[in-house]
Each structure stands twice: as C-alpha cells, then as structure tokens.
C-alpha cells in the first residue's frame, strides 16, 4: 500500500531535549516536506527536499533541522524543542518532475513540549 | 502570509444539501489543489485545477478557478455525514521555481448533520 509513515504518533516531551520526527514514504516520491498545523494558522512549510541530498527552508524553519540521506526518509530534528514547537506534524511527500503533483501526507505527529 | 484564505470558517448544513467553499489567494499560481482532513488525520488530496482551466469535476466535486478574481470555489453536491471534514485550498506560487512548494490557507470546517 502507497503511503507515508510518521513515528511516533504522539510526544511529549521537556524543553531542549533533542527529538527526532520520522517520515518514510514507499512510493519513490522524489519531493518530501515537513508541515506544521495551528489553530487559526493553517498548515505551514518547515522544510522540504526536491531529492536525496537537496533540502531547503519553508516558511518556519527556526528551530528545526532536516535531512535526506536516503529518497525514501526525511526525518525532521528538533535540537533543543521549545514549547512554541507545540504542534501537529504533517510530512507529505509527491512526485517531482518541474510540474506540482498532488501531495499525500502522513498521519501527523503531535507534538507537546513542557 | 497566508496566500489561500477559504471562507466561510465553517458551515454546516444537512444530509443531501450542496455545500460550497471558496477560497481567495493574492499571488499569481501555478495551480490550485484543494485538500480534505478529517479530525486529527493527514489531509488526502480531492483535487488539483491548473491555471489554465476554470472548472474541473471529480464524483460530486466541482471545483471552479477566477484567475482573474484569484478566487476558486470548491462545491461538493448532495452531501453526506462522511464529507464532515476540514476543507483547505493550497496554491504553487507561478514565480515558485520548483513548482512543488504548497501554500495553505486555513481550511474551512464543514459539518453535514444526518
């Protein structure tokens, strides 16, 4: 089944305990992109990646990192998580051909930070 | 910024009605996709309208594009209890070299009572 994997679903944790977000998609996607959701903000671009090795900012990058050793992951690191990155995580990832194709997302990860 | 803004925020109607979102953006796209999330889940694509179409159809959507009002509505026909769901609009800015990056606005919920 096509589909893009987060891990882990749910997370709370402590102020500038470093955490990694997974992101996985099985459909040889060559673009993938971190999101994040607020409320009465909508959903917007932390990072995204056209192909392995090739990242670059959204719209929020402060605070997070990424990486893209491999097509297939694009996990999104948070080095010292603050409680403004409380949030709901959406990784999506889409065929990337010069042309915008429709985007699947994962299942999201919330996200607390105390 | 926000580039989409769909309106209204949310709307409920009954099973069987049409129900009619629309969403306004300021730039010049390259596309316009609308999206579909249900609570706590990842959004699932509908459908994609490029700037050169100004009406599209997919099962009981119609999705409808005014590049020259930056407007496009998205009218979902003889609804069900199952289309109870947030509804966003995302646009790839026409100057966005890529092509890939998604720009949302901030959804509008839709409630369809049994």
């Known amino acids: 089944e096509a589909q893009v994997t987060q891990n882990p679903r749910y997370l709370i944790t402590v102020t500038g305990k470093k955490l990694t977000v997974t992101c996985s998609q099985n459909?040889?996607?060559?673009?993938m992109s971190w999101y994040r959701q607020d409320p009465g903000l909508g959903l917007r671009q932390i990072y995204y990646?056209?192909?392995?090795?090739?990242?670059d900012k959204g719209d929020v990058p402060e605070g997070y990192k990424v990486s893209r050793k491999e097509k297939r992951n694009f996990p999104l690191i948070l080095e010292s998580p603050s409680p403004n990155q409380t949030s709901l995580y959406f990784c999506?990832?889409?065929?990337?051909?010069?042309?915008?194709?429709?985007?699947?997302f994962g299942p999201g990860t919330r996200l607390t930070v105390t | 910024s926000q580039q989409g803004e769909e309106d209204p925020q949310a709307l409920s109607i009954q099973e069987g009605e049409n129900a009619t979102m629309n969403c306004s953006y300021k730039?010049?796209?390259?596309?316009l996709q609308w999206y579909r999330q249900n609570s706590g889940r990842g959004l699932v694509h509908l459908i994609l309208?490029?700037?050169?179409?100004r009406e599209k159809h997919s099962g009981r959507l119609r999705v409808t594009l005014d590049t020259s009002k930056k407007s496009s509505s998205l009218l979902i026909t003889a609804s069900r209890a199952a289309d109870t769901a947030s509804y966003f609009c995302?646009?790839?800015?026409?100057?966005?070299?890529?092509?890939?990056?998604?720009?949302f606005g901030e959804g509008t919920q839709l409630t369809v009572n049994p």
């Open positions: 459909m040889n996607h060559e673009y």
């Open positions: 995302a646009t790839v800015d026409v100057l966005e070299a890529s092509g890939s990056r998604l720009t």
């Open positions: 990646s056209m192909n392995v090795e090739v990242t």
């Open positions: 309208i490029r700037s050169n179409e």
């Open positions: 999506a990832s889409s065929k990337n051909r010069g042309s915008p194709y429709e985007q699947y």
């Open positions: 730039t010049s796209i390259n596309n």
